[in-house]
C-alpha cells in the first residue's frame, strides 16, 4: 500500500474549535457509559499528591467499565493501594499486544502522547483495540499556549518537562492521526487552570480571543473507514 492511500487530514477551520473550561470535566463526561481504555492511568509520579482528583478515578465514578494501562509499575502500586484493581503494566505503542480480543468504546490518552516514543506506533495499536464506531479522546499540550510563548520571549529559553519528547499544535496532531487512519471529529482548546483570580481572568479572556493559545489541545477521532490505512512503517519508508 503507498502513501497515496492514506486519507488526507480534516480541514479545520478557526470557528470549528471549541473552548473547554475544564479538560477533566471533558473526558468524563465522554466516558459516562461507555468501555474506557485509559492510557497513562497512573499519572506518575503526582499519583499520590492528586489522590482526591485523580483523573482515573473521576473515570471510574462514571463508568463501571475501565481498564487501566501504564508504563509506570510504581504509579500502578499506588492506583492499587487505593482500590483501583482493573489495571495493568504495559507498553501504551502495544496496545494490540496487551489486549489482543479486546475492543473498547472509548480510548482516553489524557497528557500522553508528548511522553511516548514513538506516538504513531500508539496510533497503529489504539485504531486495532477501538470498536469501529468507537473513539479516541486525545489531549496534549499546546505548543502555542500563550504563557508558554510569554515565557520564551521573556527568558528567552524553554522551559520543557524533563519527560516530554514532542511538541503537538492542532495541524500536526492532525496530520498524525490522518497517516495512523483517524478522521478528527472534534476540536477543542482548554482554557489555563490553577492561576490567581486576576491571572485566570486574562487569560480566559486570551482564551476567548485567541483559542489557538489554549492550555492544550483536545481532540475526538474516529476510524478513517475509507479503506484500511497502511502501517506507520510503510508511510515512512
Not at 520571549?153 to 497517516?179: G, P
Request: contains cysteine; glycine residues 6%; charged residues 25%.
Amino acid at each position: 500500500m503507498n502513501q497515496a492511500t492514506i486519507v488526507q487530514p480534516l480541514q479545520l477551520a478557526i470557528d470549528e474549535f471549541q473552548r473547554i473550561r475544564d479538560r477533566d470535566e471533558h473526558l468524563v463526561a465522554m466516558a459516562r457509559g461507555k468501555r474506557v481504555l485509559h492510557v497513562g492511568c497512573a499519572d506518575w509520579p503526582i499519583t499520590a499528591e492528586r489522590s482526591d482528583d485523580l483523573l482515573h478515578a473521576r473515570l471510574t465514578e462514571a463508568s463501571p467499565d475501565v481498564v487501566g494501562i501504564d508504563i509506570s509499575e510504581r504509579g500502578l502500586e499506588e492506583l492499587r493501594r487505593r482500590g483501583f484493581e482493573n489495571v495493568m503494566h504495559g507498553d501504551a505503542q502495544r496496545l494490540d499486544e496487551h489486549f489482543p480480543d479486546q475492543h473498547f468504546d472509548l480510548i482516553v490518552a489524557g497528557e500522553t502522547l508528548e511522553h511516548l516514543p514513538n506516538p504513531g506506533l500508539f496510533l497503529e495499536s489504539a485504531r486495532r483495540v477501538l470498536r469501529d464506531d468507537g473513539t479516541l479522546l486525545i489531549t496534549v499540550p499546546n505548543a502555542f499556549y500563550l504563557l508558554r510563548l510569554i515565557v520564551l520571549f521573556l527568558r528567552r529559553s524553554e522551559i520543557v518537562h524533563r519527560d516530554h519528547n514532542y511538541y503537538f499544535s492542532i495541524k500536526t496532531l492532525n496530520r498524525l492521526l490522518a497517516t495512523a487512519g483517524f478522521r478528527i471529529t472534534f476540536a477543542g482548546f482548554t482554557r489555563p487552570v490553577e492561576m490567581k483570580r486576576l491571572t485566570a481572568f486574562l487569560f480566559d479572556r486570551a482564551h476567548t480571543l485567541f483559542p489557538y493559545c489554549g492550555q492544550s489541545v483536545v481532540v475526538h477521532a474516529s476510524k478513517h473507514t475509507d479503506g484500511e490505512a497502511p502501517a506507520l512503517r510503510e508511510v515512512l519508508r
